[in-house]
């Protein structure tokens, strides 16, 4: 969960600089920002896609924990089981 928490901070931040360029966009364009703003975005979105990436990879390796977890804890019951017999 600390995870999407951050992301939605990134997404926050992302969607009212976006919104602060729409309500600007004269000023921006007549002192010539155009560039500031496109770092800003691009900046705020890269790292927004890192949380996102971290998130997914997360993800992966419990869900392939939780699936060989399964054949792997089978494995040691049956090695046990056959080892004491």
Known sequence: MAMKAKAGVYTG???QLITNIIEGVRIIKLYGWE???NE???SIRLNEAKQ???KG???SVAKMLNIGGLGIS???IFSLYKATD
Do not use: H, M, S, T
Request: proline fraction near 0%; hydrophobic fraction near 50%; charge should be positive.
């Open 57 to 59: 990879l997360l993800d």
């Open 13 to 15: 931040q992302r969607v």
């Open 52 to 54: 996102g990436f971290k």
């Open 74 to 76: 089978l494995l040691i």
């Open 35 to 37: 560039k500031y703003f």
């Open 40 to 42: 800003e975005v691009c």
